[in-house]
């Protein structure tokens, strides 16, 4: 990782290679001449080079810190894929679901079971159960025969804290 972020910044920083060759140059160069300018002398010094150096660090920070961010924003593209994949199949599911209810299937069940309907000509056989009766879905018959359905409310909480046969 470390020799990929050292090459981003060569590429992206060409000038500043550029010039730490000029400098070295300029070194072997100059050695043998007396008279040396303000500027040779800069680039020579080693100002120069702790300059050059804080200033490759920062970029190398800045590079770092975007290659992070990226790397966080790519996590997070694959979580949201996920994501969708998910909602997607959930989506299908439910189309699915409601291709059968709207189906005339569906509808000619829920007429049978819930409806007790009947197609023409049809004919219906009623089992009986092992009581002797007959095996229906409960009707409100059934509910009234309760004794304590027939009591009123307040009776009822009478009984529940007072009477502790009848509420339970």
Known sequence: MIGRLFATICKTSKIYVFLF?????????DRESKDQSFVRR???SRLFLIILLVFITLVALSYARAYY??????QEIKTLEGEVQRLERKRLESL??????MSDAFVEEKARRELNMKKPGEHVAIIEGQGGGLSTTPSLEAESEDPRQDIS?????VYYFFNSSYGR
């Open 21 to 29: 060759i000029v400098y070295t140059i300029d070194m072997t160069f």
């Open 42 to 44: 800069f680039f020579r």
């Open 69 to 74: 961010q990226d790397y966080t924003i790519r």
């Open 96 to 101: 699915d679901i409601l291709n059968y209810v």
């Open 153 to 157: 409310n307040p009776l009822k909480w």
